[in-house]
């Protein structure tokens, strides 16, 4: 589908598709957490209360939800946002981990829309934000980071054709997220 676009006064209204990926940059997923304990008791038949409990194993199971928001100029786009062509913005990809254990060999994809060109080499990671991090902070740590390679190799990130992602999936290092801490992607596009 070829993207409208408004040549007359020289701006590119975001509709589709373009607008289709600015539309989930605020579709913020709340992180859910599930916690059961799970207790042993035990008893022998004719002695009452012979045995105390067992230990108590409390175990969390959670789902990680991706964050994904967009800036321009180190500040948050609201969805909708009407660009310039040309107009550099900056994609944020985040995941949240707020439990006290680290989460192992996480993927992550994310297919650029044709109305976005990848700029080569700005590709970031990071691991430092703590968990509740607010976009603006967790975008501070992401964009201090160092560029990894955007080739899919040894490093965590990379991007292939159109589609960025992170993790041994595709094709890169495997993906851990520390315990409460905020992993994030950066990476540069321009509008078409
Ligand atoms: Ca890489």
Known sequence: MQPRSH????RRRLTRPASLALAMLLAAVPLRANAADNTAVGDIAGIDADLGDSNTFTLNAMTLALVKTAFRG???L????TL?????VQFMVYID???GVSVTDVNVSDVLDPGFSYQVSSIKVDNTAATGSTPADIYLAVSAAATVTDANDGDVAGISGTTITAGSTGGNGQLDIAANAVWAILFDVTVQ
């Open 97 to 99: 981990n707020p439990t």
């Open 74 to 76: 180190g500040t948050e």
């Open 84 to 88: 310039p062509r040309g107009t550099l």
């Open 78 to 81: 609201t969805s909708g946002a």
């Open 7 to 10: 040549p007359s006064h020289g």
